[in-house]
Every structure is written in C-alpha cells, then in structure tokens.
C-alpha cells in the first residue's frame, strides 16, 4: 500500500477542520451551487437577509449589492488581484453602505458577522474546481465564510521524495494568474507537506511564504502540521486575520502588497490586547529578534486596540528614543494606510494632546516628555507601546513618562538580548504572572528556522600592525624631556587610543581597499548593497575620499546626524552630509532602489538601528562596538531579499577591529541570574532611604532650595575638610549606584529633588584632571605624529576563520553552551594526553589547565569559555600540521625570477601609463616582484587565499601609484604573475 496525497495529508485537514466544534462543515463540492465567480448564491443572500435588517425587510436590495462586488471581482483583471482584495475587503469589514434605510438614509451593509462567530457559516470543501476563460483549475481545500471563499489550501504528499510545501505555494501562486477571479475576497492561503504548514496573502512570492508553527512541539511530524493548520483556519483565526492584522503597501517596485502577519506578530499582539481587556497586569515585555518585523507589530497591535469594540477607543502611544525610528515607524504606518495616526512635532504638542484626552494613536519620542512635570492624564486607558525599551526608559525621562501617565499599560518591545545589565527592563516591564517575564518571546533560533531572518557571516579581516618599540622609546624621551613619570603616563595614554590607530592613513588605504575588492567581487555581482561603518564622522569623509577612487564618486554617501561635530570635523564641512528628513529619506530611497547607482552607504552611528533596507548584504565593519550596539548594527544585514531569480541567502559582516567576543556576550541569556538581579532590585530600594538621610546629613540646616551662588557656597564650605570631601564622595557614590540600579521607579519621585541637588553638589567638588587636558595641549600633535611615524600596516588578513551564526548556533547559544565547551576541553586534554613527550606542546598544555582553572572559579562565562577553547583548539591543530608536514614545507619554492619580471615589465611599458616613464615602470614591477615573492608558496594559484592575498598585494601596489582604474591591466598583471611566479 502507498500513501497518497489524498488520504495522508488533504483528508486529515478536512477532518481536523470539521472537528472544531461550532466551526467549518463539510460539503461535498459536487453539491455546491456555486455562481460565476465561485461563491455559493445561497449561502451569501441568506447571510445578507440574517445580518441586515433592512435587507430582510427588502430582499430586492441582494441584487445591487451582488453587482456593486461583482464589479469589483472583475475589476481584478484590469487594475490588479491586489488593488481587487483590497477594494472588497472594505465591503467584508461593513465599511460601505448604501441607501437602503428609511427615507433612503445610508446603512452599513454587514457580510459577516466578527462578534458573534456563531451568526456566520463556514462550509469547507475538498477537490473544488473553477473555470475561468479557458482555464480549469482544481484546489485541494477551499474554506467559504457566509458563502465567500476566504480561505484556500494546497496539500502534498510528504512521502514523496523532492516535494514539500514549496510545489503546493508555487501551484497556488500560479492559480492566482490564472484563475484570478476566484482569489478576490481571499483573507490567505496555505499550503502544507504533511511537516510544516506555510501561508501568505495574495500576491506574494511562493518562496516568501511563512511558517505557522503548531501550538505545541508535541507530536510527531503530521500530528505538528495537522495541529498547526487546525489553529491557523480555525474559524476565529480567519476572521481575526481579516479584521485587525491585514494591511496594504508598495514593494521596491512600487507594486501594491497585501501584508499579513507573520505568526510571532499575530500571537503578541493578541496577547497584548488580552492583557488590556483583561485590565491586569498593566504591564508585558515583548522580545522579539532584531528584524523580526517590531514596527508592523505595533501597527498590527495599534489597529486591533483602536478598533475593538470593547475598548471604546483609546489612545495608544508609540514611544521610541530616537528621531529616525520615529521616521521609520511613522513610514510604515503611512505605507500601511492606518488611519488616526499622527506624529507629534514638539513637547508642547505631546502635552497639549494628552491633556487633552486625544484618542488616537500618537507616535512620539522620548525626548518629548522632558518637559512633562505633572500628570498629563490619569487616564486607565491609554496603552503605550515603547520601542528598545531597554534603552527607552533608561534614566529621568522614563520616569517622567511614568509619572504623567500614571494609570497607563506598558508594554516594553525590543529586539535585543535583556542581558544583566538590563535588569530594569525586566523589572519595568517583565510581569511576575509571566513565564520568565516575557509576555511574548520570538529568539533570534525561531527568527532563523522561519526565514524571518538570513543567517549571518562574520569574516574577520584584521590588519597586522608593526611598532618598533625601542626606537619610538628613545624619542619619546627626547620629546618629552622634562616631564614627570605620571605627565608622560598621561601623555601616553591618551596617544594610544584607538582613534588614533584606526585612522592612520595607510591603514586606511589598506582597508578601503579591501572593501572595494570585496565588494566588486562578491556583493555588487549580486545585485546587493553594503554600508560601511566607521570610527567618527572625520573617519566617514575619510573613507569617502578613497572609495571615490577606487569605485567612484557616485557608488557611495555619507550619512551622518547633526550635531557633535569635532573642530576636524567643521574643518571638513562635514555639515554638508546633515540633510533634512525628507533629502535623507530620499537617499535612502534610492539606496534601497537595485537600479540606483548608489550602491554603499558611509555612516558611523545614524542608520545603525531601525534602519531598513532588505537589499543590503555586507557591512563593513570598522568601528568597535558592543553589546546592544553592536547586534543592533550588525543585524541592519540579516533581512531577508529576492529579486527575480537573486534570493539573499545570507548577511555578511567584514570585521576590521575584532569584536566578536562583544557579539557573543550580547547573545547570552541567563534567565536564573535575570530573576535574581530583579529581587537584587527590591533588596536595594530598601537601602536607598538610609544612603540619601547619610548624604544630606553633611549638611546640616542648609536651605537646598537655595539654587544661587550663595547656596552653592555654603554647600561647599560644609566639605572643606579634605577628610569631610572624601567620606561625602563616598556617601555619594553609593547613593548614585543605588539609584541608578533602581531607576526608573515610582518610589524616587519623593526624593528626586534631594538627589538631584546632592548630584549638583557633588559634580561641584569633584576633581578634575587638568593637567592631563594641557598635556595633551602642549604636546599631544607631536606624540601622536611621532608614533604614527612609526606605525607600519602591513596587510589586511582574509584567511581568518569565518563565523556562521545559523538557527543552530544561535540555539546553542541561547540555550546552554556548557556541554559544548566540556566536549571541546575533554577532546584537547586527551590530544595534549597523547603528545606529551614533546616538550612543544607542554605551553599549550599549560594554557588549557589555566583557562580549566579560571572557569572553574567562574572567572568565564561558558560562551567566553567555549571561545577561549576553540582559539587553543587551532593552536593545536597549527602545531599538528608543523609537525607533520615538515618535510613538505621545506620544499624550495623556486622560479624563474627574470622571466617574471621581464613579462610584467614588457605588459607595463606596452600599457603606455599616462606618461609614465620606464623608471615608473620599473618602480612598479619591483614593487609587485617583492611583495609576491613575500607572501607566496607552493601551489598558491590553486588555492582561494592565495588568489585573494595576491589579487590584494597587486591591487595595493596599482592604487598606490594611481593605476587601479583599468580592470584590463589589473587582469592581465594577475595572469603575468601566477604563470611566472
């Protein structure tokens, strides 16, 4: 016996639908009457007599409404399939009316019931055909809600090998262009193998459809699928769908887009609207992955509490920290066609709508409550839906939003790690009835294994730097002549900044190099783009400059924001790149267009968040970051893109500073440690009343509101004693770490104002390192001259090990690394076990017992253990090869010096370079002679590091003497020097 579709897949969701009580009924397709367009007559006009009174009362009025939509069925042939859903769904909603009331007066006409689910039929069907024109067409599963078609499905046999949920949404997406008519009112569509379920709404590309996970991972494969599709088609999930979570935008090519939820959007903003109608907690905390698609959940969230009929219209407030996330936010709901939405403009707008009592949905930033010093509304129904909570409500002006909102919900979204130091995101958000404080939780492992995000790659390509230290020694003496031990400690210290390092101008050459040869060869032949990050915005016209060069001026842009600008800065005219909100987004737009020629965007900290751009691929990194930072960064690449038959598989990140282990601790969860750094909270609210009586005890009887100059004094004079000043320092600083901790929290309203003067007192008296800023003055040009003198960067390293961060690892990742690093260490120890007769492996030996050592005494965490594993693992297989292959390594690598040379020579000579004399030429092939004859060996032209490090080295050696434009001369050098060389 074989199993077939039929039996195995398309009958167990007929039955797992017709099993729901009060839901779909079955209906053998031979026995519908159906009309023209697909819908049963029948059961659409009894709909309309049992939820219309003024139809029951004139049924004559059925056959002007069946015109008026089956104008709009056949529309879909002339203005699009999309543009046809859209224009009924308005009548699906009750949206429309027509005079047909007394004395003519306009009424809703209602097609479905979405309060009482009961006053609906729903008939599902199996085998159903359609004609249109001269095509026939036959679906597996069809769902009619008061005789429309809502719902379609495909199945597949999952015992055949090669099929799976892909063949039944490309049949269904091929259905759509054939037999269009027949999709008009579809809320989704949905396709399953018998393993998974996918769904999407009309015209969406068949590889972008989504998985609908099942309730429970219980079950094997079939009893997962069957489940899922029970709770994606079950009658009050459709509806659901239709009424609150569908919306319409323009894709890249300004074609118009049905949007439906992903199931994480559908499944947090029900939960949200729960908790509000339930009225308690106030409170939830929603971590979603970055890219996981925040802003379309709160629109989704926003219009469903907007719109419920039990909620009697409230207002919801989206707050977000930063000015182009308010940008961002408010595009997506202008591109969403929400209606009552308005973005506020000033504080005193903010304040005057919430004073007010203004029911609509406000888009604001956080900045904007500075001003709030009073309760604004006590209102128990105002939601506020804060965006990067953790970075929101940090500080004063979360409170502030507390404080003049008392009686509001709040709901924390953000897309990154809550980590310890985040410990006031749970506190303020996390509800104790909540499972780990997470009202909603959507891992980057879940974003990965749905295709909501692409994995990343990280690449390290690191820069060897060379620093004579005895030479630089001996004159750093003789500038410094003179100066104390501690003035040139200062001096140094503010030399080696990384700054200073990262753009120095022959490091600079190095990287923009590489940039420009990675990009070439791997980004832009892909129809993809990339951003460079940089170190400030001095270092962002930097690059500008030599990317201009190598790839021309009209391949990248700086964007940058106003304000900070150093006095390089100003000397640079960098303001030139600050553009209004409207220049920006237009650049933008033109970034995200594939048939724009610009192609890289320069930044240094704008666009890092919120910025979204499916089309970029690669981000170069050359700035250190890290935690929230850095995975908010990085993740600007990991959006899914397709574009014809170009699908982005995967996001790339070209590291030039190093900062995984950063990326790594931001992954890190640690729930145990969360729960008790949230009762640490409580523990330290208690302490806080004693540390503020024992700070403002050392100022007895002094009148703190006196805010002049006579106040300020006598607060001063009370810490004259040297003594006295240090045990206040003291006093203070443990109130400030209490404070900090604890903030923002109810309970420091009382005592903001004490704390506040005692902060100003103590930001008075403490000292100040004066000496080091006029050191700096005096001699900080000629140090900082003296050492990039002698700082030597010698190439950019691409042989580095590249880091894939797939579902799999992110799994482990946020699960348990532990097991993987006593894998790792049991497999070294016994290696090392093995060789320890030779003495050159005993310092590795010695470093796997100390590294054993330091975790053991939780000096490490197990991701940073697991690292530090993996680095001793790569030393040891380093050494294995040394040993082993000795002999082969020693092998002379030889060749024909003077025929190489001679064939570059004559290629450079024939080249006729601009005037170019044959000493130039010379110059060059000696240039090119002795970087290669450095770096190659034996069998390099057959090895991809060695094609790279070579193609590299030549590429230098062209730009460096203004030659790297003719790609014809660069090929053909390549080809000169791998026969010859």
Same mark, same amino acid.
């Given at each position: 016996m074989s199993f077939d579709e039929a039996s195995s897949?398309?009958?167990?969701?007929?039955?797992?639908?017709?099993?729901?009580?009060?839901?779909?009924?079955?209906?053998?397709?031979?026995?519908?009457?159906?009309?023209?367009?697909?819908?049963?007559?029948?059961?659409?006009?009894?709909?309309?007599?049992?939820?219309?009174?003024?139809?029951?009362?004139?049924?004559?009025?059925?056959?002007?409404?069946? +015109?008026?939509?089956?104008?709009?069925?056949?529309?879909? !042939?002339?203005?699009?399939?999309?543009?046809?859903?859209?224009?009924?769904?308005?009548?699906?909603?009750?949206?429309?009316?027509?005079?047909?009331?007394?004395?003519?007066?306009h009424v809703a006409i209602r097609l479905l019931d979405f309060d009482v689910l009961e006053n609906n039929r729903f008939i599902l069907s199996t085998e159903v055909t359609f004609h249109h024109r001269t095509k026939r067409r036959r679906f597996d599963v069809v769902g009619w809600v008061n005789g429309m078609p809502l719902v379609i499905g495909e199945a597949k046999n999952p015992t055949r090998p090669s099929v799976s949920w892909l063949d039944a949404a490309y049949q269904v997406s091929s259905y759509e262009e054939e037999v269009t008519p027949f999709f008009v009112p579809n809320v989704f569509s949905f396709a399953i193998d018998g393993r998974e379920v996918r769904y999407a709404a009309v015209g969406t590309d068949f590889a972008d459809w989504t998985p609908w996970p099942a309730p429970s991972p219980e079950g094997v494969e079939i009893e997962r699928a069957a489940a899922a599709v029970r709770h994606l088609v079950a009658p009050e999930t459709v509806l659901d769908m239709l009424a609150y979570f569908t919306v319409y935008g323009s894709d890249d090519d300004h074609q118009m887009t049905k949007i439906v939820p992903r199931?994480?959007?559908?499944?947090?903003?029900?939960?949200?609207?729960?908790?509000?109608?339930?009225?308690?907690?106030?409170?939830?905390?929603?971590?979603?992955?970055?890219?996981?698609?925040?802003?379309?959940?709160?629109?989704?969230?926003?219009?469903?509490?907007?719109?419920?009929?039990?909620?009697?219209?409230?207002?919801?407030?989206?707050?977000?920290?930063?000015?182009?996330?308010?940008?961002?936010?408010?595009?997506?709901?202008?591109?969403?066609?929400?209606?009552?939405?308005?973005?506020?403009?000033?504080?005193?707008?903010?304040?005057?709508?919430?004073?007010?009592?203004?029911?609509?949905?406000?888009?604001?930033?956080?900045?904007?409550?500075?001003?709030?010093?009073?309760?604004?509304?006590?209102?128990?129904?105002?939601?506020?839906?804060?965006?990067?909570?953790?970075?929101?409500?940090? !500080?004063?002006?979360?409170?502030?939003?507390?404080?003049?909102?008392?009686?509001?919900?709040?709901?924390?979204?953000?897309?990154?790690?809550?980590?310890?130091?985040?410990?006031?995101?749970?506190?303020?958000?996390?509800?104790?009835?909540? &499972?780990?404080?997470?009202?909603?939780?959507?891992?980057?492992?879940?974003?990965?294994?749905?295709?909501?995000?692409?994995?990343?790659?990280?690449?390290?390509?690191?820069?060897?730097?060379?620093?004579?230290?005895?030479?630089?020694?001996?004159?750093?003496?003789?500038?410094?002549?003179?100066?104390?031990?501690?003035?040139?400690?200062?001096?140094?210290?503010?030399?080696?900044?990384?700054?200073?390092?990262?753009?120095?101008?022959?490091?600079?050459?190095?990287?923009?190099?590489?940039?420009?040869?990675?990009?070439?060869?791997?980004?832009?032949?892909?129809?993809?783009?990339?951003?460079?990050?940089?170190?400030?915005?001095?270092?962002?016209?930097? +690059?500008?400059?030599?990317?201009?060069?190598?790839?021309?001026?009209?391949?990248?842009?700086?964007?940058? &924001?106003?304000?900070?600008?150093?006095?390089?800065?100003?000397?640079?005219?960098?303001?030139?790149?600050?553009?209004?909100?409207?220049?920006?987004?237009?650049?933008?737009?033109?970034?995200?267009?594939?048939?724009?020629?610009?192609?890289?965007?320069?930044?240094?900290?704008?666009?890092?968040?919120?910025?979204?751009?499916?089309?970029?691929?690669?981000?170069?990194?050359?700035?250190?970051?890290?935690?929230?930072?850095?995975?908010?960064?990085?993740?600007?690449?990991?959006?899914?893109?397709?574009? !014809?038959?170009?699908?982005?598989?995967?996001?790339?990140?070209?590291? +030039?500073?190093?900062?995984?282990?950063?990326?790594?601790?931001?992954?890190?969860?640690?729930?145990?440690?969360?729960?008790?750094?949230?009762?640490?909270?409580?523990?330290?609210?208690?302490?806080?009343?004693?540390?503020?009586?024992?700070?403002l005890a050392f100022f007895p009887g002094l009148d703190r509101t006196d805010g002049s100059g006579h106040g300020l004094e006598a607060a001063q004079r009370a810490l004259a004693h040297p003594e006295t000043r240090d045990q206040f320092a003291a006093a203070y600083l443990r109130l400030s770490r209490i404070w900090e901790a604890i903030s923002p929290d109810p309970q420091l309203a009382p005592h903001r104002d004490d704390y506040l003067w005692l902060s100003q007192i103590y930001e008075s008296v403490r000292p100040r390192d004066d000496e080091g800023r006029i050191l700096w003055r005096k001699f900080g040009a000629q140090t900082r001259a003296l050492v990039a003198s002698h700082l030597k960067f010698e190439a950019v390293h691409a042989d580095l090990d590249t880091l894939v961060l797939d579902a799999d690892m992110a799994r482990q990742l946020e699960e348990n690394p532990a097991p993987h690093a006593r894998r790792v260490h049991d497999d070294l120890k016994q290696r090392l076990l093995e060789r320890r007769d030779d003495p050159s492996y005993a310092p590795l030996s010695e470093k796997l017992e100390q590294l054993r050592n330091a975790y053991e005494a939780n000096q490490l965490t197990s991701i940073l253990y697991l690292k530090r594993l993996l680095h001793i693992a790569r030393e040891v297989v380093a050494s294995e090869k040394a040993t082993g292959t000795a002999s082969m390594e020693s092998v002379s690598l030889e060749r024909n010096t003077e025929s190489g040379r001679e064939a570059l020579t004559r290629l450079f000579e024939q080249a006729g370079r601009d005037g170019k004399t044959p000493a130039d030429v010379q110059q060059v092939v000696e240039e090119i002679d002795r970087i290669v004859m450095g770096m190659r060996w034996e069998g390099w032209q057959r090895t991809t590091r060695g094609e790279r490090e070579v193609k590299r080295a030549l590429r230098k050696v062209l730009y460096a003497h203004r030659m790297h434009h003719d790609e014809d001369l660069f090929a053909r050098a390549y080809a000169y020097i791998a026969e010859h060389y």
């Open positions: 897949v398309r009958d167990r969701v007929r039955d797992e639908l017709t099993q729901i009580e009060g839901g779909w009924r079955f209906v053998p397709a031979t026995d519908l009457d159906r009309s023209a367009f697909g819908w049963l007559d029948e059961e659409f006009r009894d709909a309309l007599i049992r939820l219309n009174p003024d139809i029951a009362a004139d049924p004559g009025h059925i056959d002007r409404i069946q +015109y008026e939509l089956g104008a709009i069925v056949l529309s879909s !042939g002339r203005q699009g399939l999309v543009k046809a859903n859209q224009d009924l769904r308005s009548w699906l909603l009750g949206e429309k009316t027509l005079p047909i009331g007394e004395n003519g007066k199931h994480q959007q559908f499944d947090a903003a029900n939960r949200i609207v729960s908790r509000v109608l339930a009225g308690s907690p106030r409170k939830g905390l929603i971590w979603h992955f970055q890219g996981s698609g925040k802003s379309l959940l709160m629109v989704f969230t926003a219009g469903k509490l907007r719109r419920h009929p039990r909620l009697g219209n409230p207002t919801v407030l989206i707050v977000v920290d930063r000015i182009e996330l308010d940008t961002q936010i408010s595009s997506t709901f202008n591109a969403a066609d929400v209606s009552g939405v308005k973005s506020t403009n000033s504080g005193p707008e903010l304040i005057d709508w919430l004073r007010s009592g203004q029911r609509m949905t406000i888009i604001t930033t956080i900045q904007k409550f500075r001003d709030a010093r009073e309760v604004l509304s006590d209102r128990d129904d105002i939601i506020c839906l804060v965006d990067e909570a953790h970075r929101t409500q940090e !500080g004063d002006l979360g409170t502030r939003m507390r404080d003049a909102l008392p009686n509001a919900f709040l709901f924390g979204m953000t897309g990154t790690p809550i980590n310890q130091r985040d410990r006031n995101t749970f506190k303020t958000f996390g509800a104790d009835e909540d &499972s780990q404080r997470y009202l909603s939780r959507y891992s980057q492992a879940d974003s990965l294994t749905d295709g909501t995000t692409v994995e990343l790659r990280f690449e390290p390509r690191l820069t060897s730097l060379h620093l004579p230290g005895e030479l630089l020694d001996k004159e750093f003496a003789a500038l410094t002549e003179g100066l104390t031990e501690t003035q040139r400690h200062k001096l140094v210290t503010r030399t080696a900044r990384m700054e200073e390092v990262i753009k120095q101008p022959d490091r600079l050459d190095l990287v923009c190099m590489d940039i420009a040869e990675h990009f070439t060869e791997h980004v832009a032949p892909k129809g993809l783009k990339a951003m460079v990050v940089t170190f400030d915005k001095e270092a962002c016209w930097l +690059y500008k400059q030599r990317l201009d060069l190598l790839l021309g001026e009209e391949a990248s842009d700086i964007v940058i &924001s106003d304000g900070d600008f150093t006095q390089q800065a100003r000397d640079l005219n960098l303001k030139r790149f600050v553009r209004t909100r409207t220049e920006e987004e237009n650049l933008l737009e033109r970034f995200r267009d594939p048939k724009d020629a610009l192609q890289i965007l320069i930044v240094t900290a704008k666009l890092l968040t919120g910025f979204d751009a499916p089309i970029m691929q690669t981000m170069y990194l050359d700035k250190v970051m890290k935690d929230h930072t850095l995975l908010q960064a990085i993740c600007r690449v990991n959006r899914p893109y397709s574009r !014809g038959d170009q699908r982005k598989n995967h996001g790339v990140v070209i590291d +030039y500073v190093g900062v995984f282990s950063d990326l790594k601790r931001a992954l890190q969860f640690d729930e145990r440690s969360m729960q008790h750094a949230v009762q640490r909270l409580s523990d330290l609210a208690s302490e806080l009343p004693e540390a503020l009586t024992g700070c």
